[in-house]
């Protein structure tokens, strides 16, 4: 199996996790679980490693939840009770999507999630 697309997805849930400030050991050593899972999981079924990434993100998101709370917050909803984005599609792919749980807007694609700085943009 070509792990590149592993390697992409670890590096994209990284990437959202630094930009939201999640980054900790604990989020890191989840997500190289979640990374050996589906790494597991997509040699037993090689052609849904297109869907990993979404998937990798979704149980990074799952363990958070149990552990620290909602992740990733949406920031583009002003006044809205506190709520997260979710994966879209459901299985996590072709490309997976940060989606706003409340209003169903896009956001960002997986990876490029943005720091929620003082001036910064809230995608």
Do not use: K, N
């Not at 996590?92 to 749980?101: F, I, N, Q, R, S």
């Amino acid at each position: 199996m070509d792990d590149t697309l592993i390697f992409d997805a670890r590096a994209r849930v990284l990437a959202d996790l630094q930009a939201r400030g999640h980054a900790t050991p604990g989020a890191v050593s989840l997500l190289e679980d979640a990374v050996s899972s589906r790494t597991w999981w997509a040699e037993q079924w090689p052609e849904g490693v297109v869907y990993v990434a979404g998937l990798v993100a979704q149980d990074v998101q799952d363990a958070l939840l149990e552990q620290v709370g909602r992740w990733p917050l949406c920031l583009g909803c002003g006044d809205a009770p506190e709520h997260a984005l979710y994966i879209h599609p459901d299985l996590g792919g072709p490309d997976p999507t940060w989606v706003c749980e409340e209003s169903g807007t896009a956001v960002a694609e997986l990876g490029t999630l943005s720091s929620p700085g003082p001036a910064g943009p809230t995608a």
